[in-house]
């Protein structure tokens, strides 16, 4: 079992920053991929980027270029930066951890981005 919880979400202006973390539960983490995904108002959950144990980066391209990952193993913890933020990147933000067919889930942070 792995349990997450995400925090650093909030209220941003267009062209803002925020850095998203994702704290696993745990002393394995470092074999599992780690996701962030968002769900967006009436909108279905989407992918938004993963890093892989050996710290290869994914990214959708609606945030390639914008949206950094990372993980830090002996923290057990991955984070999202996110910078040029634009209204259409408000939406819950999941962290996601996989390792074959196990997949766990955090609850999500908000981020919303408006002026």
């Known amino acids: 079992q792995v349990q997450l919880v995400e925090s650093g979400g909030g209220l941003v202006q267009p062209g803002g920053s925020l850095r998203l973390s994702c704290a696993a539960s745990g002393n394995i983490f470092s074999i599992y991929v780690m996701g962030w995904y968002r769900q967006a108002p009436g909108k279905q959950r989407e992918w938004v980027t993963s890093?892989?144990?050996?710290?290869?980066?994914m990214y959708a391209d609606s945030v390639e270029g914008r949206f950094t990952i990372s993980r830090d193993n002996a923290k057990n913890t991955v984070y999202l930066q996110m910078n040029s933020l634009k209204p259409e990147d408000t939406a819950l933000y999941y962290c996601?951890?996989?390792?074959?067919?196990?997949?766990?889930w955090g609850q999500g942070t908000q981020v919303t981005v408006s002026s």
């Open positions: 890093i892989t144990s050996g710290g290869t980066t």
């Open positions: 996601k951890a996989s390792k074959g067919p196990s997949n766990y």
